[in-house]
Structures are given as C-alpha cells and as structure tokens.
C-alpha cells in the first residue's frame, strides 16, 4: 500500500549569497590592505632660502639685522651640539628653551620676530635628523625666518 | 475535510542582509578613506621626526624629491634623488655623466609651469648627511623655488602638567 505522500512544498530560499558575501569580504580586505587614512607624516614649512658664501652670505628676504647664529656639529653619529651664544646643547628642548628666551630678550629690546633670522650652520657630517630637530627647535621657539647655511 | 498542515519550515540558511548592509557601508567608508591611484613619488624611507608641522591638502602644485646617501661607488659625492616627474619615477641627479644639470633642469621647468605658489617637498632621509641634503637647497635656491617644505614624520608632544 502506498502511502500518499503529500505534494513536496517547495520554499524559495532566494538567490544564493554566499559568492556575493565571498565577493564582498575580499574586495574589503583589498580596500583595508591598500588604503591608508593619511599616516602620521607632515610637512615643515622652509621660507628662508640656504645662504652660501658665493651669494654675499645674505638671505633672500631683505635681513635687517645681524643674523642669529646657530652652529650645529656631531662629535658622533647619534649625538649633536647645537651653540647659541656660546651655550651648548645637545637636547632639542633645551635648545627651544633657550631660544624662547632669546627671542624674548630681543623682542624686549623692540626687534621685530619677523626682522630676526636664525640661520643653522650644520657641520658637513651632521645626520638630517639633528639637523631638522634643531629647525624644529628654532620654530617652537617662535622664530619665523629660519634657515640654512653652508656646511661647515 | 482534509486538513493540509503547513510542513515544519526549517530555517538552513541565517538572514544575510544586515550582513551584507553593513558590509556594504565598511566598503563605502574604506573606498572614500582611502587614497589608491593617489601617488606623490613619495617612497618608503625612515623619516626625521618632529613636533611641528601641518598637512597638505593639495599636492596638485608640487613636486616630491626623495633624497638618499649615493650608492654607487662612483657617484658618492651627491645624493641619490628620485621623484615623479611626468608620471614617471626618475632618477634626478645633480650633474648627470654627461655634465647636464639635471634636478636644476627639472626645477627650473617646474617653477616656471608652477609659479610662486610651486612647492617643492623634500624627503630627506633620517640619516643622510647634510653635507648631501645641501647640494638639494643650493639647486632649489638657484631655481628660484620660493616654497619649500621638509615630509616629516610627526611625534606626539609631551605635555607636562
């Protein structure tokens, strides 16, 4: 005897998603892999264009007065010393310290910031590592024309 | 009278559309976030870190310069500068074997098609010698490049309370 078996019913599952889901999850591993939200890097404004001795020693920008002087050497490949004023350091906070002072000492005596030019004279070997933090020294000081000159 | 049960519906499949949606809006977030096919001829290198700086917005006015020491043993009295010029990564030495003065060359046009407000954005690495990141400002001096920005990378300051 044979049952009767009841009409199969047949559901619609819909349209199979699991290639779609596949599709979906490499193109976001693709995007995560290869984009990047900007990084951690930025940019150092340079105005003061290099000084050397064969274009008379003076920046391009109409310095007023005596240039502030800041001579940059490495006695080794990790270390530097930065001289102002016949000080020395060799840590670029002191040296923002310091310059933050003279910079007030010479606005109290009526110079203007943007008449004052710091210019750094890095020795021949200096890494550029030194060199940009001393840069970076100058401008946290709140010196505005900061530039280079020829290695010494 | 027959009475027709529904069978037992057997759920095999989980609901993937909110799956899918928020799936969906990662894509859309990661594809404005990103920055593909947005090339400067910036190149892998170990930067000098610092505490100041700003962003760029536009590079649309600027050239990037990459500035490495030499290597070849030949040419170990100038840096080794690469850079994007017409799309293509090129090497732009100071004075080339034939004596032409390459990146003065490049500047000079780029300033000239840029203007006042041309940029040039130096990528010095972190322990390259002064004695060659020199050479790099004297020829953007004589090119007459009035903007010029150092591509650092940025540290968090210390803040003492």
Known sequence: MKLAVGKKVHYDSGPNMTPLVDIVMVILIFLMMTGSFGGAEHFVENRAPITTPTAGGAGGGGMVDEPLDIRLDAPTGDRFIATVDRRQFSDPDALEAHLKTVLERMQAIGRKVEDIHVVIGPGRNVKTDAVLRVYDAALLAGFTKVGFKAAH | ??????????????????????????????????????????????????????????????????????????????????????????????????GQRVLLDVLRRFRQEGGTEFTLIIRPEKELEYRFLEPVLIVARDAGVLKIQFNTKQIERVVER
């Open chain 2, 1 to 98: 009278m027959k009475s027709k049960g529904l069978p037992e519906a057997h759920a095999i499949h989980p609901n993937v559309t909110p799956l899918i949606d928020i799936v969906m809006c990662l894509i859309i977030f990661f594809m404005i976030v990103a920055k593909i096919g947005v090339t400067t001829g910036a190149e892998q290198m170990d930067l000098v870190e610092t505490k100041l700086g700003k962003r760029i917005e536009s590079f649309g006015n600027t050239l990037t310069v990459n500035v490495r020491r030499p290597i070849a043993a030949h040419l170990m009295d100038q840096p080794r500068i690469t850079a994007l010029v017409d799309r293509d990564s090129r090497e732009l030495p100071l004075i080339d074997p034939a």
